[in-house]
């Protein structure tokens, strides 16, 4: 705990054996993270400096690493409750790439981007040796712009951007002073930074600005509102959507965008519920747990969840087994990003 009442921890690998530094930042990943890794690179020495902040109910890091993928899996979001949104500023390093892997969704960032991640969907990252900051905020705190938060997983801030620009450097400005500054001032800074961090997501993503822009949050809110509420229904599509709701077929195109399409955003639901059920069900069928969600057939769902998540929903639930014994048997780490 510093002076002034932030609480204050430091992860440092330097005094470790070079073929343990690799492997300590992984368990220090490891209840959240998945670190992938070869035998190659464990031999090689590897620098993790990570000073983190935690200033009530957000969660700051400073960190440098060497080039290192992370992984968010479905298998690990189904057995955590590690839940936020996280973005990721990036001080240093070039074309760090990035996966949204449930809707196989590839981008490339730099130097001076703002990454932005839903710790409740699936993620990769490429992240080449760099300095970077990250912050972690409750979702609640981005309604006033996204009604679904999740809906920012995966975008990113033009680094050339005077509004990016500005929000680097005032991350910048609060890692590297906090332990000069009182908590109220800090927390009040930081509140400041999510909310012009909000407002440059809905400004990338068309949601903020003007009249136009609010109607058309209006519009992006009742679409996946309806789709939430109807999900179950295995006639639910983007035609029946535009049909029931009355909206262009060309503004719902341009709105779900990002997602992938309005049909990809559907599907994409439907497996994290399917995901989060195979869980919380774990006698439950899995044809049945398909059919829950909206799928038609048990193939297709099969299908699906594999082409998602790399695995099958049978072998989702297996690992779950595995690592829920595993996890019973190890201590408890904290977190780092």
Same mark, same amino acid.
């Given at each position: 705990?510093?002076?002034?009442?932030?609480?204050?921890?430091?992860?440092?690998?330097?005094?470790?054996?070079?073929?343990?530094?690799?492997?300590?930042?992984?368990?220090?990943?490891?209840?959240?993270?998945?670190?992938?890794?070869?035998?190659?690179?464990?031999?090689?020495?590897?620098?993790?400096?990570?000073?983190?902040?935690?200033?009530?109910?957000?969660?700051?890091?400073?960190?440098?690493?060497?080039?290192?993928?992370?992984?968010?899996?479905? &298998? @690990?979001?189904?057995?955590? /409750?590690? =839940?936020? *949104?996280? #973005?990721?500023?990036?001080?240093?390093?070039? $074309?760090?790439?990035?996966?949204?892997?449930?809707?196989?969704?590839?981008?490339?960032?730099?130097?001076?981007?703002?990454?932005?991640?839903?710790?409740?969907?699936?993620?990769?990252?490429?992240?080449?040796?760099?300095?970077?900051?990250?912050?972690?905020?409750?979702?609640?705190?981005?309604?006033?712009?996204?009604?679904?938060?999740?809906?920012?997983?995966?975008?990113?801030?033009?680094?050339?951007?005077?509004?990016?620009?500005?929000?680097?450097?005032? &991350? @910048?400005?609060?890692?590297? /002073?906090? =332990?000069? *500054?009182? #908590?109220?001032?800090?927390?009040?800074?930081? $509140?400041?930074?999510?909310?012009?961090?909000?407002?440059?997501?809905?400004?990338?993503?068309?949601?903020?600005?003007?009249?136009?822009?609010?109607?058309?949050?209006?519009?992006?809110?009742?679409?996946?509102?309806?789709?939430?509420?109807?999900?179950?229904?295995?006639?639910?599509?983007?035609?029946?959507?535009?049909?029931?709701?009355?909206?262009?077929?060309?503004?719902?195109?341009?709105?779900?965008?990002?997602?992938?399409?309005?049909?990809?955003?559907?599907?994409?639901?439907?497996?994290?519920?399917?995901?989060?059920?195979?869980?919380?069900?774990?006698?439950?069928?899995?044809?049945?747990?398909?059919?829950?969600?909206?799928?038609?057939?048990?193939?297709?769902?099969?299908?699906?969840?594999?082409?998602?998540?790399?695995?099958?929903?049978?072998?989702?639930?297996?690992?779950?087994?595995?690592?829920?014994?595993?996890?019973?048997?190890?201590?408890?780490?904290?977190?780092?990003?």
């Amino acid at each position: 705990m510093l002076e002034n009442g932030i609480a204050y921890s430091r992860f440092d690998v330097a005094g470790l054996p070079p073929e343990r530094q690799l492997l300590a930042y992984c368990e220090q990943l490891g209840h959240v993270i998945e670190v992938a890794t070869s035998r190659e690179q464990v031999r090689q020495p590897f620098i993790c400096i990570n000073d983190r902040y935690d200033i009530g109910e957000f969660r700051m890091s400073d960190t440098y690493t060497d080039q290192v993928v992370i992984e968010r899996t479905i &298998a @690990r979001i189904s057995r955590d /409750n590690a =839940r936020g *949104i996280g #973005f990721t500023i990036f001080l240093g390093g070039e $074309a760090h790439s990035t996966m949204t892997l449930a809707r196989k969704r590839e981008s490339t960032v730099c130097a001076g981007s703002v990454l932005a991640t839903d710790l409740d969907q699936p993620v990769r990252v490429l992240r080449q040796a760099c300095r970077y900051i990250t912050l972690v905020v409750p979702p609640n705190l981005l309604r006033q712009v996204f009604s679904d938060p999740g809906a920012i997983h995966g975008r990113a801030l033009d680094p050339s951007k005077p509004g990016t620009r500005l929000i680097v450097k005032r &991350a @910048r400005t609060l890692v590297e /002073n906090f =332990r000069y *500054i009182p #908590f109220e001032d800090a927390h009040r800074r930081l $509140a400041d930074l999510v909310q012009l961090i909000a407002a440059a997501f809905g400004e990338e993503a068309g949601l903020s600005g003007n009249k136009r822009a609010v109607s058309r949050a209006l519009m992006f809110e009742s679409v996946r509102s309806y789709v939430r509420a109807n999900l179950q229904e295995c006639e639910l599509s983007p035609q029946s959507i535009i049909e029931s709701l009355g909206l262009p077929r060309s503004t719902i195109y341009r709105m779900f965008e990002h997602e992938g399409g309005l049909g990809a955003y559907i599907q994409h639901l439907r497996l994290r519920a399917a995901a989060d059920d195979l869980v919380r069900i774990p006698r439950g069928l899995i044809k049945d747990i398909g059919y829950s969600v909206g799928f038609k057939t048990a193939s297709h769902f099969t299908h699906a969840f594999q082409n998602a998540y790399g695995m099958t929903p049978q072998e989702m639930r297996l690992n779950e087994f595995v690592n829920l014994a595993a996890t019973n048997r190890e201590p408890a780490r904290t977190w780092v990003s």
